[in-house]
């Protein structure tokens, strides 16, 4: 009998783990046949930080089933799991395709087949302690038994800003698809021109494609995100042939002259950098100079200002044998042709300082000042209850986002019982019950923030069986 292709023709999966906190991935899979493998694995990471696989024989009455289970970053709970290990309820069938989506929370992970209920494993150790250790590379799986393609990488990430008319931006890698995959190689192509953020502009649904732009800058003039969701009120220009979708797998594909600005880089290297430094050029302190890192990535306060970080594309950048060890770099230091290449060093950023391309002139040091605590905001899909389900369509996915203070709910939910509408995240919670007021077509509806999370429609407005959540924000322990 022929055995099942493989997946080796198609580029390895990867994923946003969110610092191993929080991600959310889909693939769809078949299997030959249960009883040729007792661990068929649909997706294998390097390091052992989670198993995905099929249920063989060697489960018994489970045969049929798909698990997925994490290993923690401090090996904490039983097997080093934290309890975030999940079974499917449902077998799957021979020879079928189905279609699995793994989400993990900072208090669960939930797998679920096609459109079946999701099944969950609430965590047993803190949720500080809740997190995956770092996945290294991916691949899928080689077994003969197993079939899996189509990996989308579901996680929400989070829009810097709704840019409209947008200025100074550029397209030399033309249009991508209208989609996570999409956006995500977006990013990659603006990461390996150097750019510091990426963006989408006029989703053009007659094609599924969408504008592919870069910048080193946020330019243009900023606009509330819903701009960026195809609803500007008034809109910057009529849509034309931008006619949406506007809102896919958590991403936002901006309008006719609006754009969509992410950050190519993840967030880490600022989480590390953050803070004043004392400024060292040529072994030699330089008297009140300090350079100023922000949280998102940008550098400056001494001989240049508001310079983005750069850490993808470095080797193509610093391709002196002096930067092996580079990290980063930047760009403008003191001049429009002038750039250095970086690395950490404890607290100590240390590198070259070039005057041009690989016109050496020094060695530079940043020693670390005063740090700057910062908080990594996190984007997740918010749990909804009593049947409720996300509007779809332009609306996208209902999420919560928390860091920095802040608590942010937004998206468009219809279809469910009037009451418990849904739930935040623990990191997401007030102190006392809060009330807001919310949009319901055209009227307005109280729905109230309870200190366990809940969610509740209390009165008001409720015609045509939805509701907005956008609009709650709070900062967590906020007394109403």
Excluded at 39 to 63: C, D, E, M, W
Excluded at 229 to 243: D, I, Q, R, S, Y
């Amino acid at each position: 009998m022929q055995a099942m292709a493989t997946t080796t023709a198609q580029a390895d999966p990867s994923f946003n783990t969110g610092n191993g906190f929080a991600f959310k991935f889909r693939v769809s899979v078949r299997f030959k046949s249960w009883n040729g493998e007792n661990y068929p694995a649909i997706v294998r990471s390097s390091t052992g930080a989670f198993q995905f696989h099929g249920l063989g024989p060697a489960y018994g009455g489970n045969k049929g089933k798909v698990v997925f289970y994490l290993q923690t970053l401090k090996n904490v709970g039983g097997h080093g799991r934290g309890g975030g290990e999940v079974y499917t309820a449902t077998k799957l069938t021979e020879g079928v395709w189905y279609s699995i989506t793994v989400e993990k929370t900072a208090d669960q992970v939930c797998i679920q087949v096609n459109n079946d209920p999701s099944q969950c494993a609430r965590r047993s150790v803190t949720a500080g302690e809740f997190q995956m250790k770092p996945v290294g590379s991916l691949s899928w799986g080689a077994g003969s038994n197993i079939e899996g393609s189509n990996f989308v990488d579901l996680q929400a990430p989070t829009l810097l800003k709704c840019l409209g008319p947008n200025s100074g931006w550029v397209r030399p890698y033309g249009n991508v698809q209208i989609s996570g995959a999409g956006a995500e190689s977006c990013r990659s192509k603006c990461a390996s021109g150097g750019y510091a953020y990426f963006g989408m502009e006029c989703p053009m649904g007659s094609t599924s494609q969408v504008h592919c732009q870069c910048n080193n800058a946020l330019t243009g003039t900023e606009r509330a995100r819903n701009y960026c969701e195809g609803t500007g009120n008034p809109l910057v220009h009529a849509h034309a042939h931008c006619t949406g979708p506007y809102v896919v797998d958590g991403y936002l594909f901006g309008d006719y002259g609006v754009s969509s600005a992410y950050q190519v880089a993840t967030t880490q290297a600022a989480l590390a950098l953050a803070g004043q430094y004392d400024v060292w050029y040529q072994g030699r302190q330089r008297s009140g100079a300090v350079l100023t890192i922000t949280c998102d990535n940008i550098a400056g306060g001494y001989g240049y200002s508001n310079q983005p970080i750069h850490v993808n594309g470095v080797a193509s950048k610093c391709t002196s044998s002096r930067d092996a060890a580079a990290s980063m770099y930047i760009l403008n230091t003191h001049g429009a042709t002038k750039y250095e290449c970086l690395r950490l060093d404890g607290t100590t950023i240390k590198g070259s300082h070039y005057t041009g391309p690989n016109n050496y002139w020094g060695t530079v040091e940043y020693r670390l000042k005063t740090p700057t605590s910062c908080q990594a905001r996190t984007t997740v899909a918010l749990g909804l209850a009593s049947r409720w389900q996300a509007y779809g369509g332009s609306y996208g996915t209902p999420l919560v986002s928390y860091g920095d203070g802040l608590c942010f709910v937004d998206g468009l939910i219809k279809h469910g019982s009037w009451g418990h509408l849904a739930t935040l995240p623990a990191e997401c919670r007030p102190s006392t019950r809060l009330i807001f007021n919310l949009n319901n077509h055209a009227k307005t509806s109280r729905v109230d923030v309870e200190t366990n999370g809940k969610i509740s429609f209390i009165t008001g407005g409720r015609d045509h069986s939805w509701i907005s959540l956008s609009g709650i924000t709070f900062s967590p322990g906020t007394q109403g």
